[in-house]
């Protein structure tokens, strides 16, 4: 959809911007190369093996300056900035037209909107052995939680009356949801606290090179990876082919590279529960010239 260019509204006021409801976060490994094609040349890779540590960050929240909205972001993979690290976006996508205006003019994220088409499946339940009964009554059935119910959330990106179908994204219900199967003595894990820096910005709506943070708390819990599915990663002779016949667009590319950092290798999936996310505003670390 086309955001009009208006200025952001006036409930999200002034920075730290407050956050809360619950998230799903898978690292994967992300090719070296594919990274490198969303990220500034002025920056270096944290790189091992040709691979850097990408992958998603999926969030329902239940209140924020702009509502109850969903969330992705796409984290291409991780940039050097001593004396840390931060990450990069790849893609962001929300279904809320004043999320994106905001992501897009004040953090300078790549933002678009996108439906977020939530289905819930019901899973048979398994017979439990005595000790995994006896844990579970006291809430620590298996390191895994054992879901009743899985959510397929299908993501349509949406530009104008174009739609583009990005992903379906399969995970365990709980993640989105007490409602949905987490029981009430279930073990969320670890209430913790965490910064997340990141760097955004050089877009067409925000071309300076940014750098902002997101202090987290939460309840944490590792969980089974999600499975994804959507356009695989055409392979070379049909790239030649392609490349032979037309070109593709900018916008293009970076659909498929985004598809792909999705569909990349799970390393670990985290669920967070509880959450409660301030982002700080973004500092200006050089002007576009």
Same mark, same amino acid.
């Given at each position: 959809?086309?955001?009009?260019?208006?200025?952001?509204?006036?409930?999200?006021?002034?920075?730290?911007?407050?956050?809360?409801?619950?998230?799903?976060?898978?690292?994967?490994? =992300?090719?070296?190369?594919?990274?490198?094609?969303?990220?500034?040349?002025?920056?270096?890779?944290?790189?091992?093996?040709?691979?850097?540590?990408?992958?998603?960050?999926?969030? &329902?929240?239940? !209140?924020?300056?702009?509502?109850?909205?969903?969330?992705? =972001?796409?984290?291409?993979?991780?940039?050097?900035? $001593?004396?840390?690290?931060?990450?990069?976006?790849?893609?962001?996508?929300?279904?809320?037209?004043?999320?994106?205006?905001?992501?897009?003019?004040?953090?300078?994220?790549?933002?678009?909107?996108?439906?977020?088409?939530?289905?819930?499946?019901?899973?048979?339940?398994?017979?439990?052995?005595?000790?995994?009964?006896?844990?579970?009554?006291?809430?620590?059935?298996?390191?895994?939680?054992?879901?009743?119910?899985?959510?397929?959330?299908?993501?349509?990106?949406?530009?104008? $009356?174009?739609?583009?179908?990005?992903?379906?994204?399969?995970?365990?219900?709980?993640?989105?949801?007490?409602?949905?199967?987490?029981?009430?003595?279930?073990?969320?894990?670890?209430?913790?606290?965490?910064?997340?820096? &990141?760097? &955004?910005?050089?877009?067409?709506?925000?071309?300076?090179?940014?750098?902002? &943070?997101?202090?987290?708390?939460?309840?944490?819990?590792?969980?089974?990876?999600?499975?994804?599915?959507?356009?695989?990663?055409?392979?070379?002779?049909?790239?030649?082919?392609?490349?032979?016949?037309?070109?593709?667009?900018?916008?293009?590319?970076?659909?498929?590279?985004?598809?792909?950092?999705?569909?990349?290798?799970?390393?670990?999936?985290?669920?967070?529960?509880?959450?409660?996310?301030?982002? !700080?505003?973004?500092?200006?670390?050089?002007?576009?010239?």
């Amino acid at each position: 959809m086309d955001v009009a260019e208006t200025k952001p509204s006036s409930r999200y006021g002034k920075p730290p911007w407050i956050f809360k409801g619950r998230a799903f976060y898978q690292l994967n490994l =992300v090719k070296a190369e594919l990274a490198r094609a969303f990220i500034p040349e002025e920056f270096r890779l944290v790189e091992a093996f040709g691979y850097t540590l990408g992958g998603f960050f999926l969030a &329902s929240y239940d !209140e924020s300056p702009a509502g109850v909205f969903d969330e992705l =972001v796409v984290i291409a993979g991780i940039v050097w900035n $001593p004396p840390t690290s931060c990450a990069w976006a790849a893609r962001v996508l929300v279904n809320s037209d004043e999320a994106c205006i905001h992501g897009r003019k004040d953090v300078g994220l790549p933002s678009q909107v996108a439906r977020f088409s939530k289905r819930i499946t019901a899973v048979p339940r398994k017979r439990q052995n005595i000790v995994d009964s006896l844990l579970s009554i006291i809430g620590m059935g298996h390191t895994f939680y054992t879901p009743k119910a899985f959510i397929g959330i299908e993501l349509t990106e949406t530009e104008g $009356p174009a739609l583009t179908e990005i992903c379906k994204i399969n995970l365990m219900a709980s993640e989105f949801g007490h409602e949905h199967g987490l029981k009430f003595n279930e073990w969320m894990g670890p209430a913790i606290r965490m910064c997340l820096p &990141s760097f &955004s910005g050089r877009t067409e709506y925000n071309p300076n090179l940014l750098k902002y &943070s997101c202090q987290i708390e939460c309840r944490v819990r590792a969980v089974q990876p999600a499975r994804v599915t959507g356009q695989s990663q055409p392979t070379e002779e049909t790239d030649k082919d392609q490349s032979a016949t037309e070109e593709l667009s900018v916008h293009g590319r970076n659909l498929r590279n985004t598809i792909a950092v999705m569909l990349s290798k799970p390393v670990l999936a985290l669920e967070f529960n509880c959450l409660q996310m301030q982002v !700080e505003a973004p500092i200006v670390v050089s002007q576009y010239t």
